[in-house]
């Protein structure tokens, strides 16, 4: 059984930058691929970032292509989401989220454990 506790969020002017962390803990972390997902208020849950176990590939949505960089530090048990150049529509509750397959995965029924989220509110 896999804990996940995001922490980072804020509230951050347009343009600005937050980065986000997911420590891990129960589990062999190593063992992973994880992902970003975020939902805002009204609509699903949605796929952001995702990266494989060892850190080297990644998958991002289109929506935040270039302007989110996601990385892991594997020593630390530690997944974090850099993000720069923040926009309104980027206003969502973060959750990040761990499965044991395949780090190509967006649908979030895939993946077997989550966080319970952290609030990133972008003003304009």
């Known amino acids: 059984q896999v804990q996940l506790v995001e922490s980072g969020g804020g509230l951050v002017q347009a343009g600005g930058s937050l980065r986000l962390s997911c420590a891990a803990s129960?589990?062999?972390?190593?063992?992973?691929?994880m992902a970003w997902f975020r939902q805002a208020p009204g609509n699903e849950r949605e796929f952001v970032v995702s990266i494989n176990r060892s850190g080297s590939n990644t998958k991002y949505a289109d929506s935040v292509k270039g302007r989110f960089t996601i990385s892991r530090d594997n020593a630390k048990n530690t997944v974090y989401l850099q993000m720069d150049s923040l926009k309104p529509e980027d206003t969502a509750v973060y959750y990040c989220?761990?499965?044991?397959?395949?780090?190509?995965?967006?649908?979030?029924?895939?993946?077997?454990?989550w966080g319970q989220g952290t609030q990133v509110t972008v003003s304009s």
């Open positions: 129960g589990g062999t972390f190593s063992s992973y691929s």
């Open positions: 989220a761990a499965n044991s397959n395949t780090w190509l995965i967006t649908r979030s029924g895939s993946y077997d454990y």
